[in-house]
């Protein structure tokens, strides 16, 4: 069984930040790629950042470029989310997602609220 746990969500003003934390663990569980999507209210789920490894490649969606950094923990299945200048158009609940190696399955976490305040 995979578990993923997301934390550090929060309140925050404008222009303020916040650093979101992701652990995915499993008995088995090896993850190729760990990743955040969030999600506001009567919008579809986002991409803002993806990373993947071996190589190292990382994706953040148009929205969050030059504010936000994923970055991991080599010695285990974390990742962090650090969000800079933050804006009310980032409220929203944060997704953490970790795909397997192999089969390619996604699982997901059960999201952390952030709200910026203006």
């Known amino acids: 069984q995979v578990e993923v746990v997301e934390s550090g969500g929060g309140l925050v003003q404008a222009g303020g930040s916040l650093r979101l934390s992701c652990v995915a663990s499993?008995?088995?569980?090896?993850?190729?790629?760990m990743g955040w999507f969030r999600q506001a209210p009567g919008k579809e789920r986002e991409l803002v950042a993806l990373?993947?490894?071996?190589?190292?490649?990382?994706l953040y969606g148009d929205s969050v470029k030059g504010r936000f950094t994923i970055s991991r923990d080599r010695t285990q299945n974390k990742i962090y989310l650090q969000m800079n200048n933050l804006t009310s158009g980032d409220t929203a609940v944060y997704y953490c997602?970790?795909?397997?190696?192999?089969?390619?399955?996604?699982?997901w976490g059960q999201g952390t609220q952030v709200t910026v305040s203006s």
């Open positions: 997602s970790a795909d397997q190696s192999g089969s390619g399955r996604r699982y």
């Open positions: 499993g008995r088995t569980f090896i993850p190729y790629a």
């Open positions: 990373k993947r490894w071996p190589g190292g490649s990382t």
